[in-house]
C-alpha cells in the first residue's frame, strides 16, 4: 500500500508550485520551477500506468495523487494548493458540519439529483461553506489573468464556481484546445484546461482496454501539437485506476450496517465511516480491505502531513 507524502512528489507540491508562481509566498517541496505564463492540462483518471501504457517516446515524471485518490478531493487540492485535511472535500460524498453527508461535486444531498440544491438550502456558495479560495482567484487579486476551459456540462456548477476563474466552456476536445491556443495568443497567465474523456471512457470498457489507452494517445498527441507558446505546460491528472475483480458491497453486510452511528461518505476507493465499534474486525472478514483509525490517519499522514494538526 502507498500512502500520499505531501512533502514531495504529490499533485499538492505541483498546485503549491502553481500558486508561489503566480501569487508568491508559498512554500513547496518541488523541483517544478515556474514563470507566470502557465497552461495547465488536467485529464480526468489519467494515471501513470495508462499513460505508459497508451504512450512512447515522450518523458514523464510520476508523481502521486491525495488521499483519498477520487476526483472532488484531487481537484480541491490541485485548484486551491491545500491538503484534503484542510480542504475537507473527503471524496465523491463528505461531511459537512451541522448539515451532514452531502453531494461534493454536485454540492446537493445524496438521495436527490438537483444539483447545487444546497445553494438554495443553505443560501451560502460552495466556496463559502468549505472557505476555500482557487489559485486563479488569489492570482486575480494579484493583477494576473487566469481562464477555465471546462466542459459545457459542468461549466456552471457550484464546484466549478469554488475552484477555478472566468469559466470558458467548450463542446468538443478540438473546441477546448482550440481556445487554450487563442487564450495564449492573448498573454493570460493561467490557462486550466480540464478533459473529462480518459475517466469517462476507462469506468465503461476499463482502464487498459484499446478506447481507453486510444483515448490518451489522442489527448496527448492534440496538446502537444497546440500547446500556446511562450507557457510551462503541465499535464497531469487527479488519479489513476487499477483493475479489480470483486467488489466489496458492504451495503449489503447487516452486522456492518447495524455498526454505524451515521451514514458513511467518501466513494468506493476510500470509506469514512463513524462508529463506537472496533471496526478493525472488518479487516479479517474481507480481503484486501484495510481499516485506520482517525489516530492512525493522523500519524500516517493521509490528510495532511504527517504530526500536522488537522480537525476531521
Known sequence: MIYPDYSKNNLYNVACSIEDALVGGKACCSNITLSDKIFLVLVDGMGYNILKSAVEGIKFDKIYTVFPSTTATALTTLMTATKPGEHKILGYTTYVDKVGVINALKYTMPETSEVDLLKKALGKSMEE????????KKAREKGKKSVSILPKCIAGSEFTKM???NVEEYRTLWDGIYKAKIFGEKGVNFITLYIPDVDLTAHRYG?????TLRAVKDIISMILRDIPKGYDTIITADHGFIQTENAIMLDEDKD?????????????????????KDLKCLEEKFSNFKVFTIDEVKELGLLAEKGEKIDI
Not at 482502464?207 to 478506447?211: F, I
Not at 456492518?256 to 468506493?268: E, N, Q, R, T
Open 129 to 136: 461553506v468549505f472557505n476555500v479560495k482557487s489559485i486563479g
Open 163 to 165: 475552484l477555478y476563474t
Open 207 to 211: 482502464p487498459y482496454a484499446e478506447p
Open 256 to 276: 456492518f450496517v447495524s455498526s454505524l452511528d451515521s451514514p458513511p461518505f467518501g466513494d468506493a476507493r476510500a470509506i469514512f465511516m463513524r462508529s463506537r
